[in-house]
């Protein structure tokens, strides 16, 4: 117990008693007196340019170290800036708190200035929220949201804290224990759901695993690994589920869905036996939900029992911890003789049959890029943006590891990608953190060029420019009549010179030779780098399974 | 389909904006909902009735259940609760219609509480329907004002909200 110190100082204390080592964030008035006890405390900060940047960072952080990621922001519009990253961080389940000043508690509700209902505007968007309203509640309240946070389905957890509470004195005293009697988060799996589950899978001939995020939040690779292995299934990861399951794996399909592969969608649609793992169903998996696996039983595996028949007809759910569940349904079936081995061949005469595939010519393609980045760095983590850059990363390169693929899967934040990388570089210094960009999304966030370069953190944005806002521009042309409704964007901005203003390294690239030789310099720099690819703008993402289509019909170049 | 159910929730500011914030965005449709502290100061109970079908229902239970301010939820079976509606009725009278309003009002166990020289307001309780047919009885004299409560239902059996709160602190 430290006697009399006022809120702000509570507030750092909590953070350290968390563990924290690092916060991203921006002040602002409301927060000067947390700011100043962070100004001798002994947790690093990271001053962002932009609030959304924060949140993004955190998250990325978040994401690649398994921790919880902290954001801070000033109240009114420094808030209001966060929505975006904590959004992103809700849809993705990503553990971060976020810390937000407000104005005195005299003037909450009269429109004061810097005021804005943070609480109200995230309520949809955080999976629990505070508003403090007396400086004693601080210890425990950000007790209580580490843990909501970072436990069952993780999620973003908002702080917002008046200014004058954060002067208020206390007697600080870190509980030692929770006492929340309406969170449960985790239930006792339940062994018939169990069983029935086990008896589907040692009668299914054609099995797949579909894997998703949950696997990664559960540490749950190696028992899906073993999983997968003793039932001999196909598994295809979901974009949350990259590096769940090692892509080099013989049984691996790659991704399902609107961008996945050919055969990953034609295992799931004659499927007997759909096995999902932490994986909820979206419509960009399902495609039309009414003709999704139509001959496939389903076993539903979530720590959330609201994911379970939300989307879908199941079969058997189980509600559990991903890893704790694996665990089980792999003693359950030990000693299994699996019937899946003309299903792996037929799964396997697809995968010759239908592998990913572009056509190379004397311009740099966006997929060459991407594996050239794999073939010289295959154990970084890449981040990426949203569009076409992001799916061009999740198809050519090899992920083998949790951790090291990281987007926003279900927001599809533009703008995530670059902020994100440098909170996963903070996070892993040791890796080598390389964001897959695109023109359009980089420059939703390029202002953070500053923090990287002021901070010292040597991320490395490969921007696959096309001119276009590639995604976009793909729809149009393929289902607006070439309509390219303010999608063109090209010559607009010079990459390297504005790496150049920010005191960061900027290259470019034109020729297919280049890239390998430009990607080992930016690497080897040491310091934030952007890299300009000029990429073949007539290039597009394939295999697709058009808006509203069942997932097996699937179009492709040519 | 009609569904009854009951949560009981902690009594803080807020709670209730992030249940009804739950059903809209979720577009869940409340036909009712009614709120007020239960014998223990710290919890409120809410009572929601909801349209929709069995998935409707089932993710309405799941969705509440996942809010952290939510401390129980559950169900409630027309065959093991009871539930009741209270209204205020505004009819306007005049002296050749005021008694047979009265009558109807006898006939309802309903109560007046209140008489002006043109109106009455008239008290009732009861469950949806006879709160409906007393609305439809009085609507050939002029309602001038209708207000209703919402259903609130308590399960049958002895369960109080302090055996759920302390339940909640076991598990």
């Not at chain 1, 998250?59 to 990253?85: E, H, I, M, Q």
């Not at chain 1, 595996?301 to 939300?310: G, H, N, S, Y």
């Not at chain 1, 090899?398 to 951790?403: A, L, V």
């Not at chain 1, 279900?410 to 964001?435: N, Q």
């Amino acid at each position: 117990m430290t006697n009399n110190i006022t809120g702000a100082k509570a507030l750092i204390e909590s953070l350290k008693k968390e563990n924290v080592e690092v916060i991203f964030g921006y002040p602002g008035g409301a927060m000067l007196p947390i700011y100043d006890e962070l100004y001798d405390a002994d947790i690093r900060h990271i001053l962002v340019r932009h609030e959304q940047a924060a949140a993004h960072a955190a998250d990325g952080y978040a994401r690649a170290t398994g921790k919880t990621g902290v954001c801070f922001a000033t109240s009114g519009p420094g808030g209001t800036n966060l929505v975006t990253g904590i959004a992103t961080a809700y849809m993705d389940s990503v553990p971060i708190v976020a810390v937000t000043g407000q104005v005195p508690r005299s003037l909450l509700g009269v429109d004061a200035f810097q005021e804005a209902d943070i609480t109200g505007i995230t309520m949809p968007i955080t999976k629990h929220n505070y508003l403090i309203k007396k400086a004693e509640e601080i210890p425990r309240v950000v007790k209580e949201a580490f843990y909501i946070a970072s436990t069952g389905r993780p999620g973003p957890v908002l702080i917002d804290i008046p200014k004058d509470v954060t002067t208020d004195l206390l007697d600080f005293n870190y509980p030692e224990e929770i006492n929340l009697r309406s969170y449960k988060p985790v239930a006792a799996v339940n062994i018939e759901q169990l069983k029935q589950a086990a008896s589907l899978i040692k009668a299914s001939e054609k099995p797949v695993i579909y894997a998703g995020g949950g696997i990664i939040i559960s540490h749950a690779a190696e028992e899906l690994l073993q999983f997968a292995e003793l039932i001999a299934a196909p598994v295809t990861a979901t974009l949350m589920g990259k590096g769940a399951f090692p892509d080099t794996h013989p049984l691996s399909v790659g991704m399902p869905g609107m961008h996945g592969t050919k055969y990953a969608n034609y295992a799931i649609q004659e499927s007997d036996l759909i096995i999902a793992v932490g994986a909820r169903f979206d419509d960009r998996v399902t495609g039309k939900i009414e003709s999704f696996a139509p001959s496939a039983k389903i076993i539903h595996i979530d720590i959330d029992p609201a994911e379970i028949r939300k989307n879908v007809r199941v079969d058997v759910p189980v509600v559990g911890d991903a890893k704790t569940v694996l665990t089980k349904l792999t003693a359950l079936i030990k000693q299994h003789q699996p019937k899946t081995s003309r299903w792996l061949g037929r799964v396997n005469k697809w995968k010759k049959e239908f592998p990913l595939h572009y056509k190379k010519n004397d311009m740099i393609k966006p997929q060459y890029v991407v594996e050239s980045i794999y073939e010289l760095y295959p154990d970084a983590i890449i981040v990426t943006e949203v569009g076409q850059n992001q799916m061009w990363a999740e198809q050519y390169f090899k992920y083998t590891k949790p951790r090291t693929f990281i987007s926003s899967g279900g927001l599809g934040t533009m703008g995530y990608g670059f902020p994100a990388a440098i909170g996963a570089k903070v996070g892993r210094p040791d890796a080598t953190v390389i964001d897959i960009a695109g023109d359009g999304s980089f420059q939703m966030n390029s202002q953070e060029i500053a923090t990287a370069v002021q901070s010292e953190i040597p991320v490395v944005v490969a921007i696959l420019n096309n001119g276009y806002l590639g995604m976009v521009h793909q729809w149009q042309e393929l289902f607006f009549e070439e309509r390219y409704s303010s999608t063109v964007i090209e010559e607009s901005v010079d990459f390297v010179k504005l790496a150049e203003a920010y005191n960061a390294v900027g290259l470019r690239a034109v020729k297919p030779e280049d890239v390998k030789p430009i990607l080992k310099e930016a690497v080897e720099s040491g310091k934030p780098t952007i890299i300009d690819f000029i990429i073949d703008k007539t290039e597009n993402v394939f295999p697709m399974v058009p808006a509203g289509a069942a997932i097996n019909e699937i179009i492709d170049l040519e | 389909m009609r569904h009854t159910i009951a949560a009981l929730v902690e009594n803080r500011p807020g709670v209730l904006t992030k249940v009804s914030g739950l059903f809209s965005r979720r577009r869940f449709n409340i036909e009712s909902l009614a709120v007020g502290v239960t014998e223990r100061p710290d919890v409120s109970r809410i009572t929601i009735v909801v349209a929709g079908d069995d998935t409707v229902l089932e993710q309405v239970l799941k969705q509440l259940n996942k809010l952290i301010d939510i401390i129980h939820v559950t169900k409630l079976s027309p065959k093991n609760s009871v539930s009741r509606e209270l209204a205020l009725i505004k009819v306007g009278v005049d002296s050749a219609t005021r008694s047979e309003v009265m009558q109807i009002v006898d006939v309802f166990r309903a109560k007046i509480i209140d008489v002006a020289a043109d109106s009455l307001i008239v008290e009732v309780t009861g469950d949806r329907s006879k709160i409906t047919a007393m609305e439809h009885l009085l609507s050939q004299f002029g309602i001038k004002e209708l207000v209703r409560t919402g259903d609130i239902a308590l399960h049958r059996s002895s369960t109080t909200a302090e055996d759920i709160a302390n339940q909640g602190e076991v598990n």
